[in-house]
């Protein structure tokens, strides 16, 4: 069964100080993998997505890596500021053109205090 | 481009009342997703639809809950009659073709509660 298991659930840091989520996967076979930011009362949006081949991405202050071997990816944020409180949530497409290939995480919660 | 909209964006209502979602995607995309988000188990896919026809209802919980889109522009959600283990945020998301690195944009989500 294809799953996505993230850690850790829940994640307080202080403003400027840098954070790793993780994401774990099952998923097979592997098309890509998407890092998603959730804010409070808002629908998630794309951070970044990674390929089989790719192994380090990076969007700003966000850097994503993926070890395909393995099947894990982090979600490295760096200087955090009070608006990187969110959810995260790491998304897996399998192979295949149908709609339903994607499995979601249960997203890591993050807080950032000042 | 507004992005995906839905309405309305918070809905209350009680047991055994009908409720209609309602979202217009991303005008262009031809590939609708609605999703039901829980904190107990996350996202969840109840049904997707290509260029306007329901291609996977297998998310759809129960006959209670059905899912039209008349046109290219509109689709809704109905809940009938509804149930307190129904509260949740409800998602619809649109994409431009459905594998690969093609993107699902979310819309804000419709927060049920059914008391």
């Known amino acids: 069964k294809n799953q996505v298991e993230q850690s850790p659930q829940s994640l307080i840091i202080l403003e400027g100080k840098n954070c790793t989520l993780q994401?774990?996967?099952?998923?097979?076979?592997?098309?890509?993998l998407r890092w998603y930011k959730q804010d409070t009362g808002r629908g998630p949006v794309s951070l970044t997505i990674?390929?089989?081949?790719?192994n380090t991405k990076s969007n700003g202050r966000y850097t994503a890596t993926l070890d395909a071997d393995t099947k894990q990816s982090s979600l490295h944020i760096t200087a955090s500021q009070l608006s990187d409180s969110a959810s995260y949530i790491c998304?897996?497409?399998?192979?295949?053109?149908?709609?339903?290939?994607?499995?979601f995480g249960g997203g890591t919660r993050l807080m950032v205090k000042p | 481009d507004a992005g995906v909209i839905q309405s309305p964006r918070h809905e209350v209502t009680e047991m055994g009342q009908e409720v209609t979602l309602r979202c217009k995607p991303i005008?262009?995309?031809?590939?609708l997703f609605w999703y039901r988000q829980t904190m107990m188990r996350g996202l969840e896919l109840l049904i997707y639809f290509n260029n306007n026809v329901p291609i996977d209802d297998s998310g759809m919980p129960e006959d209670r809950f059905s899912a039209k889109m008349p046109n290219a522009s509109f689709s809704t959600l109905k809940i009938q009659p509804s149930e307190p283990r129904d509260s949740a945020v409800y998602f619809c998301a649109s994409s431009l073709l459905a594998g690969g690195a093609r993107e699902q944009f979310f819309g804000p989500g419709t927060r049920l509660t059914v008391l």
């Open positions: 005008s262009g995309h031809d590939y």
């Open positions: 990674m390929t089989f081949s790719e």
């Open positions: 998304v897996v497409r399998a192979l295949g053109n149908a709609g339903n290939m994607l499995t």
């Open positions: 994401c774990n996967y099952t998923v097979s076979p592997f098309s890509n």
